[in-house]
């Protein structure tokens, strides 16, 4: 039971054929009044009754088409009411001038909406409105600022005609479908535990869609968006557009592991004629229909299935080890999804298709990268041309929910928050905040004791979602309690760094071999290939701790164990060593992985000693090793001592003039075989030499 990628459809799951699947993932939205929620939109919404749809279930694309349908005529004929209410207006100003208008209203489905001062919560001017539109059960006016001009064909403001469609976006329902397209990636993973190693090559497909956005230039750019465990460690990257049978390299510009995100393009403008981009929507309501779009397993054409959003907070994304804003539907989300997009009724984008809850006591449980999450991403990448990440406070927080433990930190009877357990040492705050303090409020957020703050109508969510709206860098404004004396702090926000990385960000695993002695850096993904998906019970316990309770006392700190020991005579008797720590050579600390590489090749002791957990000692002669290196990277074709990203240490070693091993395999030795027969092919050519010249002197 447990949080899963909806993981690419590999070959084998891909071998079936099928036709249009539109499977209906959950009921429709009833209709009770959550429309007031989007308070973050500069619009108007005023509440109305949606109109009943009416027919059979198995509708399919008709009944999606339909409905879009009688929208549309709903908003254009409250638009022409509007006008004609205007016009009314217009013409009694001068028969009585001194009588006030009567309010305005609207019906919809038989259903009059007033729209009165009163109910409205001001003055409404209908000349303002821009555009009208019915979104779920939310009739949703869009007013001009009163400077702006009256724009063109004002006869037609409020709505679009019907079947009309904007020029730089999607703009109806049935149309979002073509910007969908199906991604083919091949992938080469690195071999964790045999680190100088990749897998085999694998392919997988998924799917993404088309949008638009400012790039790191600030020009507006088209790109494709997916899931970032869709591309990763890829080789090649191809994408297929909707009744298309051609297949177009893309090249990939960002991937945000930690959101699971991930930003394609493609190069040849051939792609992009006749490709309309999607337009992002709102975060969406509960209740709300939505349509999960995508090439999933079961099939090799588009499928849509349906469902409503269930719950709205912040929630494990199982790729990045990260916990960010997510929405749960109840629409199917299988292999294949993962990257396609989430529509709501009116076409609109409100997330991406991630991940599923795996498990037997749960069905119908999906995951959705809500638009926020997106938006941050983009935005991150416009402004740093890269993914650098959401931020953190870099503290360990405890809940405050008992009375006795508010009156110990002298906290009054009104006053909430959590109490800071420890502070990361390479963190900002480090120095500013203490264990002990109290964490009251956040950008000026109460939080409450239990650690959430307030979030759409009646709801309530994690503190930790303020963070994540912030970007690397920016600065954050915390009120405490220390010692009973509230307190304001201005502190920076800094990128998460863990002393156990949760991912290698596409980057190959570390690695050092002296003699027999593979030394590596601890990571998530290490523990994952050495224990498999039951790390967490199956690893040391030492390694379980550093992953999940220890924080880094400088920068570059670093886990260094030793992954295996292979056999040679330098090494004899130290070969049931393994995935144990690394804490001194030579009586110095380790720091990281560098800082050992560096000591090995500078050492001119007789001995090399390395102090690894639970006291144990590893003693290797020097001269020894050195020349044991090279058998070892020849006889287990390892190609080099170093990997890549440590391949100056050994030329730097070699610069100043320090004993060491070479860093490549040297060439064998000539075996024994071998120089017996050299020189046995030396005395026949010595022979037939010699009887040349008594033939010569014989003539």
């Known amino acids: 039971m447990h949080l899963a990628p909806a993981r690419p459809v590999t070959p084998a799951f891909a071998a079936g054929r099928g036709g249009l699947q539109r499977q209906r993932g959950g009921s429709s939205c009833s209709q009770s009044a959550f429309g007031s929620s989007r308070a973050q939109r500069s619009q108007l919404v005023v509440s109305a009754k949606k109109r009943g749809s009416g027919g059979s279930s198995g509708g399919g694309s008709r009944s999606q088409q339909t409905a879009a349908k009688h929208r549309e005529q709903q908003a254009a004929a409250a638009a022409q009411q509007i006008q004609q209410q205007q016009q009314a207006a217009a013409a009694g100003v001068g028969a009585n001038a001194a009588a006030p208008p009567p309010p305005a209203s609207l019906a919809i489905g038989g259903a009059p ?16 409105i821009d555009k009208l539109e019915l979104r779920g059960n939310e009739l949703v006016l869009t007013l001009r600022s009163p400077g702006d001009p009256e724009p063109a064909g004002a006869e037609a403001s409020g709505s679009k005609a019907e079947g009309s469609q904007g020029e730089d976006f999607v703009d109806r329902p049935d149309d979002v479908m073509d910007a969908v397209v199906k991604i083919y990636c091949n992938h080469t993973e690195p071999n964790y535990s045999l680190p100088w190693q990749r897998k085999r090559q694998y392919s997988s497909t998924s799917s993404g869609f088309v949008v638009v956005g400012d790039g790191s230039d600030g020009q507006t750019q088209r790109y494709l968006l997916t899931n970032a465990h869709s591309v990763e460690y890829f080789t090649q990257v191809k994408v297929k557009k909707r009744g298309d049978d051609r297949k177009w390299l893309a090249r990939v510009l960002a991937i945000g592991t930690e959101c699971d995100v991930a930003l394609l393009t493609v190069e040849d403008e051939e792609f992009w004629k006749g490709v309309v981009p999607l337009r992002f929507g709102p975060l969406p309501n509960l209740q709300e229909s939505v349509y999960v779009v995508g090439y999933p397993i079961g099939g090799d054409t588009i499928s849509v299935t349906s469902g409503v959003v269930s719950r709205i907070e912040v929630t494990a994304y199982a790729h990045g080890a990260t916990e960010l804003l997510g929405v749960q539907i109840d629409a199917a989300i299988n292999s294949g999804n993962s990257g396609g997009p989430v529509f709501n009724e009116l076409g609109e984008v409100v997330g991406i298709a991630f991940q599923s809850y795996a498990g037997s006591d749960a069905e119908n449980i999906g995951y959705v990268i809500p638009t926020p999450v997106i938006n941050h991403f983009l935005d991150d990448y416009q402004r740093n041309g890269c993914f650098t990440g959401f931020p953190a406070l870099g503290v360990q927080w405890q809940r405050m929910e008992s009375a006795a433990l508010r009156k110990h930190f002298k906290m009054g009877e009104d006053q909430k928050g ?9 963190s900002h705050a480090h120095g500013q905040l203490f264990p002990g303090d109290v964490l009251l409020a956040f950008d000026g957020v109460e939080v409450a004791s239990d650690g959430t703050v307030p979030f759409l109508s009646g709801e309530r969510i994690a503190f930790s979602y303020l963070t ?14 220390r010692e009973g004396k509230p307190m304001q702090l201005q502190i920076q926000l800094m990128r998460p760094n863990s002393l156990v990385p949760h991912h290698l960000g596409g980057s190959d695993p570390s690695y050092l071999v002296v003699a027999g002695v593979v030394f590596t850096v601890v990571t998530e993904p290490y523990l994952e290939s050495e224990y498999g998906a039951e790390y967490g019970r199956e690893a040391p316990i030492k390694l379980l701790d550093k992953l999940l309770h220890s924080w880094k006392e400088f920068p570059e700190q670093e886990v260094v164990v030793i992954n295996q020991v292979l056999a040679c005579n330098a090494t004899l008797g130290y070969e049931e ?21 560096e000591m090995v090749m500078a050492c001119t002791e007789t001995h090399m000693r390395f102090d690894v957990d639970y006291s144990e000692v590893i003693v290797i002669e020097t001269a020894a090793a050195r020349e044991a290196t090279q058998e070892i990277l020849r006889l ?15 030329a730097k070693a070699n610069s100043e003039g320090a004993p060491q091993a070479s860093a490549a395999p040297a060439e064998a030795a000539p075996s024994a075989d071998a120089d017996a027969s050299e020189q046995q092919a030396a005395a026949q050519q010595q022979h037939e030499a010699q009887a040349g010249e008594v033939a010569a002197a014989a003539q």
């Open 636 to 650: 287990n074709a390892i190609p080099a001592m170093v990997s890549k990203d440590l391949e100056d240490v050994p």
């Open 418 to 426: 959590v109490l800071v357990r420890s502070v990361q040492p390479i």
């Open 468 to 481: 994540s709206q912030k970007f690397t860098g920016d600065i954050a404004t915390l009120d405490i309690l």
């Open 113 to 128: 909406i007033p729209l009165s001062a009163s109910q409205l919560g001001g003055e409404l001017d209908l000349s303002r």
């Open 577 to 597: 060593i393994f995935n144990t720590q690394v804490h001194k050579f030579n009586g110095t600390p380790v720091r990281n992985l560098r800082h050992l590489a």
